[in-house]
């Protein structure tokens, strides 16, 4: 059926209001969307800003932690006031614009670390921090926590930096030490913070007491038993690595451990992987390798200083353990003998949290 003229006209001026309707409705939604990116651009530069200022904080906490007087006092101001409140306004700034934000770019970063986390058996909390802050807090927490050791934890924050700064062979272990000390000067604290500092958990620090692999037989508990032979069933104590690849692994008294041990340190040390009597391949290049030893406690108790008793103690590990193994580690620390001071502070420190716990716990106030 053909319009009429006035039909045509009539459905023509009707075509042409639904247009004009239409051309207002997209203007209005422009001007909302122009808006929202101007709004958008200035959550952005807020933005900037606050990471800005958060960098100028931590480069101020690197300056503080140079030369050879650590200022503990402006550097735990930095980390536990300046940079958290820093770190809130920029955590704040951010959920800002995930309300306003109006093109979204890339995966969301926790869902992927989400995705590693249980992959890993890490802290996802860990994994979204960032790996610079991580570091950047490392000297300053081992000072807190351990005392009486700056020369000792500055020699170990700086060969994790190395290594988290790609200068160490990738097939190797992230990092590797011998700590040389008596009982009760801090090696175990030490191993303890960083496990909990780089890898977030108590349970990603591995401790092997070597006294219980003295004996020929008693490797086999380590790397497992070949086939055929008794207690080929159990698990070598190795092989807990493979769900722990990001871990501490603490190799307690090295020294009473069999010489066939050492060997097997070597290959770890060596190709940073470890081939056990199942076959089964343990791979520890992301892992820090820690040993301990109690070789020329002795020399601490009499009255020399560090200087000599430092090169006593080469003299005696150069006599127990092989020149190949020795050279292959990143670092051997000397730990200081602990002076009345430091005792003391240590005290303090162990009362203030005992005291905590009991408040804590048993709702009792001393």
Do not use: W
Request: proline residues 3%; negative net charge.
């Amino acid at each position: 059926m053909r319009l009429t003229a006035a039909e045509k006209e009539k459905k023509d001026e009707v075509e042409v209001f639904n247009l004009q309707q239409e051309i207002k409705k997209q203007q209005r939604e422009f001007v909302e969307l122009l808006g929202l990116d101007q709004k958008e651009n200035k959550i952005i530069q807020e933005l900037n800003q606050a990471k800005k200022e958060l960098a100028q904080a931590e480069k101020e906490l690197i300056i503080c932690q140079e030369g050879e007087k650590l200022d503990l006092d402006k550097a735990s101001e930095l980390m536990n006031l300046t940079i958290p409140s820093r770190k809130e306004k920029v955590k704040k700034i951010e959920k800002e614009a995930n309300r306003n934000v109006l093109r979204k770019y890339f995966i969301n970063r926790e869902d992927i670390a989400l995705t590693i986390a249980q992959k890993y058996d890490l802290s996802i909390g860990k994994i979204l921090a960032d790996e610079q802050q991580k570091l950047l807090f490392l000297p300053v927490i081992l000072q807190q926590r351990v005392k009486g050791q700056k020369q000792a934890l500055r020699a170990v924050s700086d060969a994790i930096f190395r290594a988290r700064a790609g200068v160490q062979d990738p097939n190797h272990p992230l990092a590797s030490f011998l700590f040389v000390g008596p009982t009760g000067v801090g090696k175990t604290e030490v191993a303890l913070t960083i496990a909990e500092q780089l890898f977030d958990q108590k349970k990603n620090l591995i401790r092997l007491d070597m006294t219980e692999f003295s004996e020929p037989h008693s490797i086999s508990k380590l790397i497992g038993s070949p086939p055929g032979y008794i207690g080929f069933e159990e698990r070598p104590r190795l092989e807990v690595i493979r769900e722990k690849m990001y871990s501490v692994i603490l190799f307690d008294e090295i020294e009473k451990s069999h010489p066939e041990a050492i060997n097997i340190l070597l290959q770890i040390l060596d190709n940073g992987f470890l081939t056990l009597a199942n076959g089964r391949e343990v791979n520890f290049r992301n892992t820090i390798i820690i040993l301990t030893t109690n070789l020329g406690s002795e020399l601490y108790f009499e009255g020399k200083k560090m200087d000599e008793i430092k090169e006593e103690l080469n003299f005696e590990l150069k006599s127990h353990f092989r020149p190949e193994f020795l050279n292959r580690l990143d670092e051997i620390v000397f730990f200081n003998p602990l002076s009345r001071e430091v005792i003391k502070e240590i005290i303090i420190k162990e009362l203030d949290l005992f005291i905590q716990r009991v408040a804590q716990e048993k709702n009792i106030t001393l």
